[in-house]
């Protein structure tokens, strides 16, 4: 959106905050949905029996799952602003 919208749509800075949150948390979301499916496809690579690429594996799933972690607490930020827009 661009600042001349909000000008003449005359919509609220709060409301305006809201929305711009959203679209960021939402860009955050799909970065974050990339960067976990190359890590299972990093993962699945990297399941073999040697002591180096072992400790690649365990930080791999490691990451996989922070990465699923971040996309759930967006995913609520996601909802809430989504509420907050609403109203």
Not at 55 to 64: D, F, G, K, P
């Amino acid at each position: 959106m661009h600042s001349f919208t909000h000008a003449e749509a005359g919509v609220s800075e709060a409301l305006w905050a809201q929305v711009s949150a959203l679209q960021d948390v939402r860009s955050a979301m799909t970065a974050l949905d990339t960067a976990g499916a190359a890590l299972v496809g990093l993962v699945d690579d990297s399941d073999w029996r040697s002591d180096g690429v072992r400790a690649l594996n365990e930080l791999l799933r490691l990451l996989t799952e922070r990465t699923g972690e971040q996309r759930g607490a967006l995913a609520v930020r996601e909802w809430e602003l989504e509420r907050a827009v609403a109203q």
